[in-house]
């Protein structure tokens, strides 16, 4: 099987699991077949369908939309599952490191920085409410440091220069 003739085929098969199950199962599907799990299973479908391709371009956005998805019908299940960003951080950073295991290249940095960041959230919420009081004067700083970062890793240069002025990849 060709690996772009997946997403579709698995997208195919969401539908008339769900269409099967509205059939067969009303309840079934009243309880479980909520945006949620379409979620859940769109980030499947990437995911696979990131992982059997060479790029693996889709295997990262898919890993990121099974974990909101779980969150999501974790919060409804679960009442004690958190639900502040720490959650989202974490799930992010799972996504990066995955991402960068498959393709051997960029989004290591992001991962760890993301899990980190979720784990402080997550973890250390004592600390994390301090520093947000201390801080509150200076709310502005946190957008400019996320836009100067993504405009940093937009444009830093791949390669380096070699005499004539070209680039050469490393």
Known sequence: MKSSQIFPGMVFIGAGIYFLTNIFAPAVAAQWMTWETLLIWLGLALSIDGFLSKSGSALL????MVGIGVHFHATFIYPNWPSHIGILATFLGIACLIAFLRTKKDFLFAGIL????????LFFEPVVERIAEASESFS???????????????????????????????
Do not use: A, D
Request: proline content about 5%.
């Open 140 to 170: 502005f700083i946190w957008p400019l440091l996320l836009l100067t970062l993504g405009v940093f890793l937009l444009f830093k240069r791949k390669g380096k220069r070699n005499r004539k002025g070209t680039f050469r990849r490393r």
């Open 61 to 64: 956005p898919g890993i990121f």
């Open 114 to 121: 993301s899990v980190g960041i979720g784990g402080l959230f």
